[in-house]
């Protein structure tokens, strides 16, 4: 029997080519995915329904895309992720609101996007169970540490 361990899917794929396929495939079988790839493809945009159904992922790799928006909400359904890799995209501004559910998160790579300052609040305060976290950038410009507060765990700054 298949097994949610037994499904990784890896590739670049265009915004059409992963709409059908999410549309043919991944629907049915979504709820097995543990890992989603989805690295240097074209993506620009997180909607707030494109991980309604995988509920079962543990790991998220959107990494070395163009990502310039995510919405507050996208996250909200992957309670069980504990790796997050949004690194090199074009993210300008980081929210609080995208954590907000990631109670399992362990690993979080912010490294290489646009963003200028770590938001409003303490961002990174939602996730209790964080050990590991990359954040910076050359458009970084400071970090306070009220910022960080509350959050103790092993961190690097790139």
Known sequence: ALQGSDIHLRGHYTATVLSKFK??????ASKLITELDLSFNALE??????????????????????????HEDAFHPLIDLEKLDLSSNQLETLSSGWFQNL???????LLGNKYSTLGQGNLFLPLRS?????????????????????????????
């Open 45 to 70: 945009t997180i909607m707030k329904d494109d991980f309604l159904s995988y509920a079962a992922l543990r790991a998220l790799f959107v990494n070395n895309n163009r990502i310039k928006t995510i």
């Open 130 to 158: 964080l050990k590991t976290l990359h954040f910076g950038g050359p458009f970084l410009q400071s970090v306070t540490g009220r910022k960080l507060s509350g959050w103790s765990r092993s961190s690097s700054r790139g």
């Open 23 to 28: 549309e043919n495939v991944l629907i049915s």
């Open 103 to 109: 109670i399992s998160l362990h690993y979080l790579n």
